[in-house]
């Protein structure tokens, strides 16, 4: 070592490990968000809303622990990296808030990502970025293993490199439900639309009007402003037609539950359910199927929460912990035993 490494060596380094590679020679550009159905679309469908707010509901006031387990024994440990999440993610945001962002990003892009500030081996805040705004640019020597990757944020004041390192990203392994979804949810989208186009524009009942005699332009114009105004539209449903002399009126057996709009509705709001990992009887009690409502919450958190739970410890662990302590058995877990206390005695 030279002497102008003993003066340009940092005396607080944090102790982790970062794989980093000189070989660039091939380049993948990646972005997130890049969907037919945006976020903004997905949250205009009530079944959409429903799941997404119940698992990020349950999620976010989740307790998120330290703890260290040496041989048998296993012990919470006092740390502020579990006040950032559970009281204040950062300044501005509380840890509830910043937990929904997660996971509704990990949910409808596949990943969610989070800026860690750091002061040497001390973490001052944690940032839930929006996935769909995160470019990546990854790099690789050899083809297979990446070497090294560029991370660009379009945050506040426009494009901001960020280090790799200074990010905590938690990977669902999909391209999110925004993306292998967006034909369910395209339909979802055309189900509403028509039928709020059905309630405004639509004649109630349906049918045609007959006469055997010929009527002028003029009486025509006047009959169709006047049926529009008299019978168009939901408010006007169910009143009865008065014709003049010589009209006829037949209906046409043409309604929504013939069209099968509403079995149609119901079976894509299952789709959607399946989508987010939920059982339908969640969000609509007419699916109950369980006997109590611990068994219910027992199936929700081993088959929708427990996946994304894992993957948030994971990235966690992987990101907030020194190397000598993930050697020493330390590690976070959310406490999900709220989750199962449906009864005073359970």
């Keep these: 070592m030279g002497l102008f490494d003993i003066f340009n060596k940092k005396n607080d380094v944090e102790e982790r490990s970062f794989y980093t590679s000189n070989g660039q020679e091939l380049a993948i550009i990646s972005l997130l968000g890049g969907t037919k159905i945006t976020e903004e679309q997905a ?15 349950t999620i976010s006031q989740l307790p998120t622990y330290l703890y260290q387990e040496n041989g048998q024994d296993i012990v919470k440990v006092p740390d502020n990296r579990t006040k950032l999440l559970n009281v204040e993610a950062n300044y501005f945001i509380d840890s509830q808030s910043f937990k929904r962002q997660v996971v509704k ?16 081996n001390s973490i ?25 990757v560029e991370v660009t944020y379009n945050g506040l004041a426009g494009n901001v490199p960020l280090n790799y390192e200074d ?20 339909l979802a989208l055309e189900q509403n639309t028509y039928s709020k186009n059905l309630l405004q524009n639509g004649a109630l009942p ?79 009690a007419e699916f109950n199927k369980y006997s109590a409502n611990s068994q219910q919450n027992l199936a929700y958190l081993q088959y929708t929460l427990a996946p994304i739970i894992t993957a948030i410890e994971s990235a966690l662990d992987k ?22 206390r449906s009864t005073e005695k359970e």
């Design 43 to 57: 949250m205009k469908i009530p079944a959409v809303v429903a799941c997404l707010k119940l698992i990020e509901g």
């Design 105 to 120: 990003d990990y949910l409808f892009y596949g990943k969610s990502i989070i800026y860690v500030e750091r002061k040497g």
């Design 124 to 148: 001052v805040s944690l940032n839930a970025l929006k996935a769909k705004d995160v470019l990546f640019k990854q790099y690789t020597a050899n083809g297979v293993t990446l070497s090294n």
């Design 167 to 186: 990010l905590i990203i938690i990977d669902s392994g999909n391209e999110g439900i925004l993306k292998h979804g967006a034909d369910i949810l395209e």
């Design 206 to 284: 349906i049918g045609v009007i007959t006469t055997m005699n010929k009527i002028s332009e003029t009486a025509m114009k006047r009959l169709k402003t006047g049926w529009q105004s008299l019978y168009s539209g939901s408010k006007n449903a169910g009143k009865t037609v008065i014709l003049e002399e010589g009209l006829e009126y037949k209906p046409i057996a043409l309604n929504p539950e013939q069209m099968q709009l509403v079995s149609s509705k119901k079976i894509t709001t299952s789709d959607i359910c399946k989508l987010f990992g939920i059982d339908e009887s969640l969000i609509n």
């Design 319 to 340: 990101s907030l912990l020194l190397e000598s302590e993930k050697n020493n058995g330390y590690y976070f877990r959310f406490d999900t035993s709220e989750i199962l």
